[in-house]
């Protein structure tokens, strides 16, 4: 089973520099009647000499190496289709143990938030349930020290 392409669509033009995300709302030369690009549709666009472009989108915590171009280009039923040769990609893994450990952080900061009640003064615990709860808040906070962190973390187990 072939996996959709994560894709960003463009539209090129002619004799024009740059990229349209959707077609262009000037006027379309030699039409006897005023009419829009947004108002043809993709397929009288096309007739006109627009080009719509589908890119594949570089996978998350990927780069490409300077100098690499690694898309390759194909025209299928009048769309160019630029696919990635993602063999040519470089794994940025900083960038990937920066988002894991960010999103680590957050759920973290979360369950702490969500129990903060347990450690008011007037909170309904008696004392050994608080000090089940201080020390479930500081296994929470310990998280980050973890050996494997952000990759392999071992929650603790919230208090009953």
């Not at 006897?32 to 915590?61: F, M, N, Q, S």
């Not at 615990?125 to 071992?154: H, K, N, S, T």
């Amino acid at each position: 089973m072939q996996q959709e392409m994560n894709v960003d669509s463009y539209w090129t033009l002619p004799g024009v520099d740059g990229t349209r995300p959707c077609l262009p709302d000037e006027q379309v030369e030699g039409q006897p009647i005023p009419c829009t690009w947004a108002g043809l549709g993709p397929d009288r666009a096309r007739e006109l000499g627009a080009v719509l472009h589908r890119r594949e989108r570089l996978p998350k915590y990927h780069v490409i190496p300077e100098g690499v171009d690694p898309w390759t280009v194909e025209e299928r039923d009048r769309v160019c289709l630029h696919r990635l040769d993602r063999e040519q990609l470089v794994h940025d893994a900083k960038a990937e143990e920066r988002e894991l450990a960010r999103n680590a952080r957050i759920r973290r900061d979360r369950l702490l938030a969500q129990s903060d009640w347990t450690q008011m003064p007037d909170a309904p615990l008696g004392d050994a349930a608080r000090a089940l709860w201080a020390e479930y808040r500081q296994m929470l906070r310990d998280v980050p020290v973890q050996d494997g962190f952000p990759q392999r973390i071992a929650w603790p187990e919230m208090v009953s």
